[in-house]
């Protein structure tokens, strides 16, 4: 089975590697692309934070990618399954990194290629094929919703996928019309649809599996799994906790530090650039007791953190570094740009307002 996948898989990997490539390449023949546009320093640096982040998140993707290759491949109830739906399993993860590394690419070189309307898109259509073909996937280890209920009983697997199938489709269908009707804050509305249609199969496959029991129809599950689930169980685990631990503490740490010298001060910033401006460039300086973010282009969010290229209905493109929980900020206009920034509370952000004041003196 790997052996009479190996070209897939070299095909699918280059996928995922063409938009790291592309954007390298750009970094090295036009590396003003990708350089901050406050730090003239930033463009001698080659791993500056927008080049680090396409790195290393399509090593992540492709690693990604090959484990799920592997888990398919070695999987012997994949050979049951239909071609299409094989091919359907390898080529997500090529697909997404692709437009996801367009995006970066979009973002970090400031050219409207129009790749969020692509990405929006894409989830859409892949959510709705992926409904149409979820009532034929065949019980297996590898593709599906692979549940300790749905693996003990073909009846759960079948009807279970046939209702995630009713649910996707449907989903799909109202993503769709969320992103025809709505300009802005596409992801932040459609969260609540991929729980609904996350969560809705999984609470349909316990509710069946315990009237099959209920009915003895099918014996009460033991403790112990077979050994591909354990496998494929313990694998899954071990990834999420992973993921859950690498996300909580994005979101959860990160500072915004200030370093003013003679004739520049600079922003130094955990998991985002730092930008430097001189003194000689701005010209003007504001204090407000509160703002509008706006949409952020391309960044870093979390709990705590706002920062990176945002765009709303008054400055139009700018770039921020701020707390989430303090809403007063400075605004620093230069040479028709725009710098948002704030410390951890107003007090705090009023000092460093009046410092910056008496800078440009």
């Not at 259509?125 to 073909?133: A, D, M």
């Not at 955990?270 to 949409?295: C, F, H, K, Q």
Request: aromatic share 14%; glycine share 6%; hydrophobic share 45%.
């Amino acid at each position: 089975m790997l052996q009479k996948n190996k070209l897939p898989l070299i095909l699918s990997s280059a996928v995922i590697l063409l938009p790291c490539l592309v954007g390298i390449s750009l970094r090295i023949l036009c590396p003003e692309t990708f350089a901050s546009e406050w730090s003239e320093t930033a463009t001698g640096r080659f791993w500056n934070v927008k080049t680090a982040l396409l790195v290393f998140s399509t090593l992540f993707i492709l690693a990604v990618h090959w484990l799920c290759f592997y888990f398919i491949t070695k999987d012997p109830k994949t050979r049951t399954q239909s071609d299409k739906i094989l091919s359907l399993g390898l080529w997500i993860v090529p697909m997404f990194s692709l437009i996801s590394g367009c995006t970066l690419i979009e973002a970090a070189t400031g050219k409207d290629f129009g790749i969020g309307f692509v990405m929006q898109l894409f989830l859409c259509t892949l959510f709705f094929i992926l409904g149409n073909y979820m009532p034929k996937c065949k019980p297996n280890h590898s593709i599906g919703i692979k549940l300790p209920w749905t693996l003990h009983s073909e009846e759960n697997w079948v009807k279970t996928h046939r209702i995630t199938g009713m649910f996707w489709v449907a989903g799909s269908v109202t993503m769709f019309l969320f992103m025809m009707v709505f300009e802005s804050g596409f992801i932040a509305k459609i969260v609540p649809i991929l729980l609904i249609m996350t969560v809705g199969p999984i609470l349909f496959s316990v509710l069946y599996y315990r009237k099959q029991v209920k009915d003895g129809t099918v014996s009460k599950l033991e403790k112990g799994m077979s050994s591909p689930t354990n496998r494929s169980f313990a694998f899954s685990s071990v990834f999420s906790i992973i993921s859950i631990i690498l996300v909580a503490l994005l979101l959860i740490s990160g500072t915004i530090e200030y370093r003013f010298g003679e004739d520049s001060f600079t922003v130094k910033a955990n998991y985002w650039e730092d930008v430097t401006v001189s003194y000689a460039e701005i010209d003007s300086l504001e204090y407000r007791e509160s703002d509008t973010p706006g949409r952020r282009v391309m960044g870093f969010g979390s709990f705590s953190l706002l920062m990176g290229a945002f765009e709303n209905s008054e400055f139009g493109a700018y770039t921020r570094y701020s707390y989430s929980d303090c809403m007063s900020c400075v605004v620093l206009r230069a040479d028709e740009k725009v710098l948002v920034l704030n410390k951890k509370d107003e007090a705090a952000t009023k000092e460093l307002y009046e410092t910056l004041l008496s800078k440009t003196k």
